[in-house]
């Protein structure tokens, strides 16, 4: 499930598994169940690759990324990092990691502290994990971090409340960068923002892989982002990996029937286009994360859906050269 070439993957993440236990009860609190946020998963990322993991909320993504970066210790499976299996370290075997390891949060005007200059944000990780003593070669780097993702200098004795969301995100990413990581969790980085300062954030990512050689996790909903940024696309379904291919061939030629309909949703700017083409959505509701259905997962909206379907777990399998489908009725 790698990317083109033969090179060691950066990222590679065996079953991962994710359950939040539910309990009932206030002083002699008891389990009663678990929330199976994610619920075997298994993708690779190649160094300098950007990965979309795409999929409707609820479905597991945030809580994918918050794993990989170890913001939650997994139920089961292997998280590889360079080689690393860092699912099961200990908070001080990490800290070395913490610098190659970054994320770009979803919200910029919650994930600022609103008390903190937009200097001292920045500056903050490389001050905690000791990369630059001293004081003013901090600020000269600083300076230099938000000349590179667009903004002036001069914006680091602003207060996050100064700024417009474009530009605090654009903050977000310049504290992302500090510390020179190599893999980057994108976390809906621009779903929070206007139509066109989501291209001009998009595009400063597109610019930061290519200077860099980052490595970039793209988790989004947006589908017209997704395909202008990333190289392959995984399609998430009720905690599960249920397609994921290069990012032109899963979008023209899309095999999984929830991979058919997420894609038949999006809009058609055209309007008399959009009065005219044949949508057909899955019918009937997600399932509850806390009880799944048995076997695959999307059976009970799948049109092609047959009495194995209830019993059988698919696994993916490569039916083309780089495109994984996880369903037994798709050849």
């Known amino acids: 499930m790698s990317g083109a070439g033969s090179e060691a993957p950066l990222l590679e993440v065996r079953g991962l598994a994710m359950h939040f236990p539910i309990s009932e009860g206030i002083v002699l609190s008891r389990k009663i169940g678990d929330v199976k946020a994610v619920d075997g998963v298994d993708f690779t990322i190649g160094r300098g690759e950007t990965l979309g993991l795409v999929g409707e909320s609820g479905c597991g993504k945030t809580t994918t990324g918050r794993c990989i970066l170890r913001l939650e210790r997994p139920t089961a499976g292997q998280i590889l990092f360079d080689g690393q299996d860092i699912s099961r370290m200990e908070r001080k075997e990490l800290v070395g990691l913490r610098r190659r390891m970054q994320v770009i949060f979803q919200d910029p005007y919650s994930s600022l502290n609103p008390r903190m200059k937009v200097g001292d944000i920045i500056a903050e990780p490389i001050k905690v994990h000791g990369v630059e003593p001293d004081a003013g070669r901090r600020r ?151 009880n799944p259905p048995s076997g695959c997962v999307f059976h009970p909206r799948c049109p092609m859906a047959i009495e194995g379907c209830k019993r059988t777990r698919p696994v993916l399998r490569e039916l083309r050269p780089g495109h994984w489908v996880a369903c037994s009725e798709v050849q």
């Open 140 to 290: 000269a780097r600083v300076s230099e971090l938000l000349s590179v993702c667009g903004l002036d200098p001069k914006f680091a004795d602003r207060y996050p409340h100064e700024m417009s969301g474009g530009q605090r995100q654009r903050v977000g990413i310049a504290r992302a960068l500090a510390l020179d990581p190599e893999f980057i969790v994108c976390d809906e980085a621009v779903s929070a923002l206007d139509v066109s300062i989501q291209a001009q954030v998009v595009n400063l990512l597109e610019d930061l892989r290519e200077r860099f050689g980052l490595t970039y996790l793209f988790i989004a909903h947006d589908l017209s982002v997704v395909r202008h940024l990333c190289q392959r696309v995984a399609v998430m379904y009720l905690g599960r990996i249920v397609e994921m291919a290069d990012c032109d061939e899963l979008f023209d030629n899309p095999l999984h029937p929830y991979t058919q309909a997420l894609l038949s949703a999006v809009p058609i700017p055209d309007p008399r286009v959009e009065a005219t083409r044949d949508f057909r959505p899955a019918p009937g509701e997600v399932p509850s994360p806390i």
